[in-house]
């Protein structure tokens, strides 16, 4: 039921993509997720999580048919932005085929003029506050630098079962779970030199994973509140704009709001002639 209210919620906001988490059925098939998510059927993009990767072989290849995917780590532009699908349950080794892919792609889409945005979904958490799973260190350490070097905007993770999202922060090589806070604003982030903006979405429909504690990097966090974070991009010229904002399913609240602006890549206002006439 909660699911279902989620999903009503987004159909409100009429979303032109929709990007799922992992963790998208308990259940031994994936029929009855793809039933509930009917209404987005051609908007899908999913992340591959633990419940579609290890619940078995045939559970795992029916996801992949429907999306038409030979890998569950891909990429793809939608307007101006770049999304990396990433897989943190396949191997990510600097040596692995996925950071190959994942390097190579990151650098065409830095240097590519029509690419303002750079999105990240992933499914184990790069940073989290205390709760039921920790951050994934190990693979953590290895590609946040690289979000860094390529301008990577925004990182969307699933796995804890709650809501988190952190200020926009750097890699910090002396210490990889401490990440640098380059803006302590509430919003209003500078994407051409602040960070990266990390947050994780748990919270469609399932039971909810306590809290306990907060890291200082972390901007807004909370639990038992079912919804979804809603991404709107604004063009402008020089500028322009990613806005997110958690909707709350129940009463509608806003739980959170952020903004990233940047200025457009070789891109400069246009000059306006003025006349005057006495």
């Known amino acids: 039921e909660n699911a ?49 990767v290890k619940d078995g072989e045939s559970k795992l290849n029916q996801y992949k048919d429907v999306f038409g995917l030979n890998k569950i780590y891909y990429s793809f532009d939608y307007r101006h932005v770049h999304f990396i699908v990433m897989s943190t349950l396949s191997d990510f080794a600097v040596t692995s085929d996925q950071y190959k892919f994942i390097e190579k792609d990151l650098q065409k889409a830095s240097a590519n003029d029509n690419i ?30 690289l979000f860094d070097k390529y301008g990577v905007d925004l990182v969307l993770q699933g796995h804890n079962h709650n809501y988190q999202r952190t200020y926009p922060v750097t890699f910090n090589p002396s210490k990889g779970s401490a990440p640098i806070v380059t803006n302590h604003f509430t919003t209003g982030y500078q994407g051409s030199k602040d960070g990266v903006v990390y947050a994780i979405v748990g919270t469609a429909g399932e039971g909810f994973h306590p809290l306990q504690g907060r890291q200082p990097y972390v901007a807004t966090q909370f639990e038992g509140k079912f919804g979804f974070l809603n991404i709107e991009i604004s063009n402008g010229n020089p500028h322009t704009n990613l806005t997110g904002t958690f909707y709350d399913n129940i009463e509608g609240n806003v739980m959170d709001h952020f903004t990233i602006e940047k200025q457009i890549k070789n891109k400069t206002p246009h000059n306006v002639l003025v006349q005057y006439q006495q």
Not at 4 to 24: A, F, R
């Open 4 to 52: 279902k209210n989620t999903i009503n919620n987004m159909q409100d906001k009429k979303p032109e993509l929709v990007l799922p988490l992992g963790d998208l059925s308990v259940d031994k098939t994936a029929t009855c997720w793809l039933d509930l998510v009917s209404p987005f059927e051609n908007k899908l993009q999913i992340t591959f999580g633990y419940s579609e």
């Open 116 to 145: 303002d945005w750079i999105v990240v979904t992933n499914y184990g958490p790069f940073y989290t506050s205390p709760s039921a799973h920790p951050a994934k260190n190990d693979i953590r350490n290895i590609y946040h630098p």
